[in-house]
């Protein structure tokens, strides 16, 4: 998956931001009759709290709520024959340095939380939920 977000400090330890997240290629879902191709992308608010700022290393906690889509789709002609809109939470731990000025790397670990899957035959809110990595580059204010 891949994706972009962008914050606005708002004081001290608190950031806000918006982002969005869809996956680069289709996964194969095996149906009755044939298989179909699974995408989901999901986006919403995020908010940032700074825990522990060492001078050289920031830790904090983030947290996204928001929404997204998943969809089968015929393979090859990528007709649409399903869609539903979900829930989407995703809490992460994060860590972030700054290996050159106005530039920070950031590792996190999270779990993306989905709920209210319902019109995906054969797709469950298991599908879309699971442990996350990431990795990212912040370009700070000049």
């Known amino acids: 998956m891949g994706g972009a977000a962008a914050f606005l400090n708002l004081g001290g330890r608190f950031s806000f931001g918006l982002g ?10 095996e149906r ?3 298989s179909l191709d699974f995408s989901f992308s999901y986006g919403g608010a995020i908010g940032e709290l700074s825990l522990v ?20 789709d015929l393979p090859v002609v990528g007709t ?10 995703e809490p992460e731990g994060c860590a972030s340095f700054s290996p050159i ?19 995906l035959p054969g797709v469950t809110a ?10 990212s580059l912040r370009l700070r204010a000049f």
């Open 126 to 135: 298991a599908d879309f939920r699971g442990p996350t990595a990431r990795i």
């Open 101 to 119: 000025s106005r530039v920070r790397m950031d590792a996190a670990l999270g779990y993306r939380i989905v709920f209210g899957v319902q019109d």
């Open 32 to 34: 009755p009759g044939g």
């Open 20 to 29: 969005g997240w869809t996956m680069f290629s289709d996964l194969t879902v």
């Open 80 to 89: 649409e024959i399903e869609a539903d809109n979900v829930g989407v939470l």
């Open 53 to 72: 700022d060492t001078g050289e290393a920031v830790y904090s906690a983030r947290l996204l709520v928001g929404a997204g889509t998943g969809k089968l």
